[in-house]
């Protein structure tokens, strides 16, 4: 199975755009860069080499709205 690793920044709203999704990430990262690894139908968000959520991927161009996460305390 092949993996895409990704850089994105956290907006304000507490999410990272990928394939036009949102998905949240904790609000203490907002305005830094995490590493967005999309491996089949799993996201996972990294920062500073630890995972911070986990999300079920969406298909390309869904809608703005934000799956439920797994926060993962850091």
């Known amino acids: 199975m092949s993996s895409r690793d990704l850089v994105r920044r956290v907006t304000a709203d507490c999410s990272v755009e990928v394939d036009g999704n949102a998905y949240s990430v ?6 830094e860069r ?3 690894t999309v491996t089949g139908a799993e996201l ?3 920062h500073a080499g630890q ?5 079920a991927a969406r298909a390309p ?3 703005a ?5 797994r926060i993962l305390s850091a």
């Open 65 to 69: 709205a934000l799956p439920t996460p």
């Open 34 to 36: 995490v590493t967005v």
């Open 51 to 55: 995972e911070v959520a986990r999300h």
């Open 26 to 31: 904790p609000w203490r990262l907002i305005g």
């Open 44 to 46: 996972r968000v990294l």
């Open 61 to 63: 161009g869904g809608t």
